[in-house]
C-alpha cells in the first residue's frame, strides 16, 4: 500500500511506516484491548484506552534530538522501563523530506514514532518538531493522527467516550508574547473541536513555570500565566502539581547553568480527576542525551 497517495490507513494495513494525516477507516464497533494478549475486538464492549482493568501509562519527553538510530534505540527503552504505552514527544529534530507525508512513522522495537517535521531557524538548523510514540498493541485503537501545526499534534484513540491526546511544544518563556499567545490560541482551537465528554490529555514542553498545591515553583514565569488562564479556562489540571512528591520528582528540566525547573506537565479535563492515579518526573532521559526528565 502507497500510503504517500491515500490518506486512508486501515489498522491491518499499517506496517508501511509513512502516514500523511492519516484517518484510517473506522467502524461503529469499539475496540477492546487486553495488554497481557494481542489486540483483540469486542464490538459488545465499547471499551477504550481507559476502560480496561489495568491501568494506562502516557508520558511527556523533550527528546532535545532523536536524529541518530542510537537516541530513538535508547527512546524505546527508556519508553519500556517505565511500561508507557503512550508518550508525547517533543523537540525531535527530525526534519521531513520535501515530498514526504505530513506525518511519518518509525519503528523503533516496541513502539512506534509518529513524528510531523521538524523547521530549520534562522541559522538554517534543524530545530522543533512534535510528536508520538503509540504501543504497538494500541496500534489497532488509533484512528486518526493529525499534525495541527508545527507545534501542535493530535492523535484520537478508539472507545467510548474517545480519548484525544495533544503532543505540544511552547516558545520559549523569552519568545515575543504575540508567538506564545498565538501558541493558546492554536491550542485552544484544537480544543474547541472536542466534545467535552472525551478524555483529553496534553502532553507538552510549555516552557511555563506555574503555581499549584504540589508544583516546584511558588511563583509563575510569563508563559505560567499564560498557561494558568488557559487552564481555567478550559477546566484543566496539570497532573504533576497535584501529587505530593519529593522535589526530585518534580522537576523536569535542567538549565545550563545547573538551576532546576518545572516546565514539562500532562493535562487533563477536571471531569476525569478519579480517573489519574499518579504523575511524576523521572530522571532518567540523559541517557538519549536529553535535559529534560520524562513525566
Excluded at 484491548?33 to 502516557?58: A, H, T, V, Y
Excluded at 503555581?211 to 509563575?220: D, N, V
Excluded at 497532573?239 to 518545572?262: D, I, S
Aim: hydrophobic share 35%; aromatic share 8%.
Amino acid at each position: 500500500m502507497d500510503s504517500e497517495n491515500s490518506s486512508t490507513v486501515k489498522a491491518r494495513d499499517f506496517m508501511p511506516l509513512h502516514w500523511s494525516s492519516v484517518s484510517p477507516n473506522t467502524t461503529d464497533d469499539e475496540t477492546g484491548l487486553n495488554l497481557n494478549r494481542r489486540p483483540f475486538f469486542d464490538p459488545s464492549s465499547n471499551k477504550g484506552i481507559f476502560r480496561l482493568k489495568r491501568s494506562n501509562r502516557i508520558g511527556t519527553l523533550n527528546c532535545r534530538s532523536l536524529n541518530s538510530a542510537f537516541a530513538r534505540a535508547e527512546l524505546n527503552l527508556l519508553i519500556n522501563k517505565f511500561i508507557l504505552h503512550i508518550v508525547c514527544i517533543q523537540e525531535h529534530r527530525l526534519l521531513h523530506k520535501e515530498n514526504d507525508p505530513e506525518i511519518i512513522s518509525h519503528d523503533i522495537g516496541k513502539n512506534i514514532l509518529f513524528t510531523a517535521s521538524a523547521y530549520k531557524n534562522e541559522i538554517n538548523a534543524s530545530v522543533g518538531g512534535v510528536g508520538l510514540t503509540v504501543q504497538k498493541q494500541l496500534l489497532p485503537i488509533l484512528t486518526s493522527i493529525k499534525k495541527v501545526n508545527d507545534r501542535i499534534l493530535i492523535a484520537t484513540f478508539r472507545g467510548n467516550p474517545k480519548t484525544v491526546i495533544i503532543s505540544c511544544y511552547s516558545p520559549h518563556n523569552h519568545a515575543p508574547i504575540d508567538e506564545v499567545e498565538a501558541f493558546y490560541e492554536q491550542l485552544s482551537n484544537v480544543i474547541s473541536t472536542i466534545p467535552p465528554h472525551n478524555n483529553l490529555i496534553i502532553g507538552g514542553d510549555f516552557n511555563a513555570r506555574i503555581t499549584g498545591k504540589f508544583s516546584y515553583h511558588q511563583l509563575a514565569n510569563r508563559n505560567g500565566e499564560l498557561m494558568e488562564e488557559f487552564l481555567q479556562q478550559h477546566h484543566l489540571l496539570a497532573g504533576n502539581t497535584l501529587f505530593q512528591k519529593p522535589e526530585r520528582k518534580l522537576w523536569t528540566w535542567r538549565h545550563p547553568a545547573g538551576h532546576l525547573a518545572q516546565i514539562d506537565f500532562i493535562l487533563y479535563r477536571k471531569r476525569w480527576r478519579n480517573s489519574f492515579c499518579d504523575c511524576q518526573a523521572h530522571t532518567s532521559s540523559a541517557t538519549i542525551g536529553s535535559d529534560h526528565n520524562i513525566v
